[in-house]
């Protein structure tokens, strides 16, 4: 059983909609990963953080995503204005280090965007 | 282009048969895992294996630094098996991770 937790476990927006997304890391790891999954399988990094701080992000997460992981609170993606190419499996995994020996991944929020 | 190419895009097997996956990468690596993904379900790290093998049960990985290439074999497959393999590497400690495109196994009875 996946020891980080997402929510919701499936999510249905309306196109402009916000579309939010939480994640729960595995207790101890500091650092967190967000990736998008596509009906093709392919994966998309979006971001990471390390403790509260951002580390890398991609241009359409800086301009179409609100993202942060504050501390004793979930970490949060929200889509701003959800558009249908956004429908996908939103992927949180988090890491003990920084070198990403071990990730470990949630369940993923399945998004549909009507 | 794609960093990291998986090979076969999809595999199916009968019961008991043995599975050769493979990854090959298109720079240097720091790292890489083996991921097991099953339908619906989260992924599963199989096997951290930045060179070298390493052996688990009925899977085995060898990953070769220098040749930039690593393989995940299966012997003996199982119905459970079933889904999707899917390699990752990371970068020169870049934070980012990069997935292959995966490997559809269906295992027959």
């Known amino acids: 059983n996946s020891k980080v937790i997402q929510t919701p476990r499936y999510l249905v927006k309306g196109q402009g909609q916000k579309a939010k997304m939480r994640c729960i890391p595995e207790?101890?790891?500091?650092?967190v990963f967000w990736y998008q999954q596509n009906k093709n399988n392919e994966f998309k990094f979006l971001i990471n953080?390390?403790?509260?701080?951002?580390?890398?992000q991609i241009d359409m997460t800086e301009k179409r995503f609100s993202a942060e992981c504050p501390s004793n609170s979930p970490c949060s993606l929200e889509i701003q204005s959800s558009e249908a190419g956004d429908s996908a499996l939103y992927l949180c995994?988090?890491?003990?280090?920084?070198?990403?020996?071990?990730?470990?991944f949630g369940h993923g929020t399945k998004l549909s965007v009507l | 282009g794609q960093q990291v190419q998986q090979s076969p895009t999809s595999l199916v097997l009968q019961e008991g048969e043995n599975a050769e996956l493979q990854c090959n990468f298109s720079?240097?690596?720091?790292?890489m895992q083996w991921f097991y993904q099953r339908p619906g379900g989260s992924l599963i790290s199989v096997f951290y294996n930045p060179s070298g093998t390493k052996q688990s049960g009925r899977l085995t990985s060898t990953t070769v630094i220098k040749e930039r290439r690593s393989s995940l074999h299966i012997s003996s497959s199982q119905i459970t098996d079933s889904g999707t393999y899917l390699c990752?590497?990371?970068?020169?400690?870049?934070?980012?991770?990069?997935f292959g495109d995966g490997t559809q196994l269906v295992v027959k009875p």
């Open positions: 953080f390390q403790n509260q701080e951002v580390l890398q």
């Open positions: 995994a988090s890491s003990p280090t920084l070198s990403n020996e071990r990730l470990f």
């Open positions: 207790k101890g790891h500091p650092v």
């Open positions: 990752a590497m990371e970068r020169n400690s870049n934070n980012r991770i990069f």
């Open positions: 720079t240097s690596l720091n790292s």
